[in-house]
Each structure stands twice: as structure tokens, then as C-alpha cells.
């Protein structure tokens, strides 16, 4: 039942974004970098396809960050560390948003197959203080 005026603007305006989004699953992982130096996502598998990234660094970091998806089957935290960082090179490398500063968010939308990935912080000293997260897509 529609109780009020703005009740029925808020529906309306629901149904208008569902009509208007595509028409193929989309996923989108939320994924906060926080001040414990960890890497928080709301989800931790979702299905392939067009993922988008809605990537934010906290307010209270007082670091800039960066997060950088690589496909791996490695744990999140048993990946190679040469020099501070993760040898990117030596992974494939699906995307990445840089220079975040504290209480900034940006946003990636990557294309990915079902799989393991990990996503890392890799800033010199980041990804060893503990800024990695694993996630799964599945088919
Ligand atoms: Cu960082």
C-alpha cells in the first residue's frame, strides 16, 4: 500500500533504475580500505561477468591507497613481496584504481572469468601491513 506522496516518488523512482539497468547480471563488490590496514569487501564471491568495483579509502587512514586485482590462485597473503611490493608483472593483472586519498572513493568496472582473484593495496609497505582480500568468482 502507498502511504504517502513521497512513498509513491521513491517507488517510482525504483522501478525506473530497474527498467533502465541492462539487461545481464552485473555484480558490485563494495571494498573499503581501512585504517586496521585491511581490505573490507561486502562480498567475497560473486558471479562472472561485469563486476564493478566501488572502491573507497576511509576517512581515517591518513594514507593514500590503490587497488590493484590480480588473478591468482595464491592465498591473499602468500603472494611473492620484492622490494616492499608484489611484482605485479608477475600476475595477471586484471585492473586497478590509484591515489586514492583518505575519504575518497572511485570506481572499476572489470570484465572477469570465473575464478580466484586477489586484490592488494601496493603501495611500498601496503600489501605486507596486511591490505590483501581474496575473492571468488564463480560461474
Ligand atoms: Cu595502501
Known amino acids: 500500500m502507498i502511504s504517502s506522496p513521497r512513498t509513491a516518488v521513491f517507488l517510482g523512482v525504483t522501478v525506473f533504475g530497474l527498467v533502465c539497468s541492462p539487461g545481464y547480471a ?3 563488490i563494495k571494498a573499503t580500505l581501512l585504517k586496521n590496514n585491511t581490505i573490507q569487501l561486502d562480498t567475497s564471491r560473486v558471479k562472472a561477468g ?12 591518513a594514507q593514500t591507497h590503490e587497488l590493484v586485482v590480480l588473478k591468482t590462485d595464491l592465498a591473499a597473503d602468500k603472494l611473492p613481496v620484492k622490494n616492499g611490493q608484489v611484482p605485479e608483472s608477475q600476475f595477471k593483472k586484471m585492473g586497478e584504481v590509484e591515489d586514492l586519498v583518505p575519504g575518497k572513493g572511485k570506481r572499476m568496472t572489470l570484465k572477469l572469468a570465473p575464478g580466484r582473484y586477489v586484490l ?9 601491513m596486511g591490505l590483501h582480500a581474496s575473492l571468488v568468482v564463480m560461474p
Request: aromatic fraction near 8%; include cysteine; charge should be negative.
Open 26 to 28: 552485473e555484480e558490485t
Open 50 to 61: 561485469t563486476v564493478t568495483f566501488d572502491v573507497s579509502n576511509a576517512p581515517d587512514t
Open 120 to 128: 592488494i593495496c601496493n603501495r611500498p609497505g601496503h600489501y605486507s
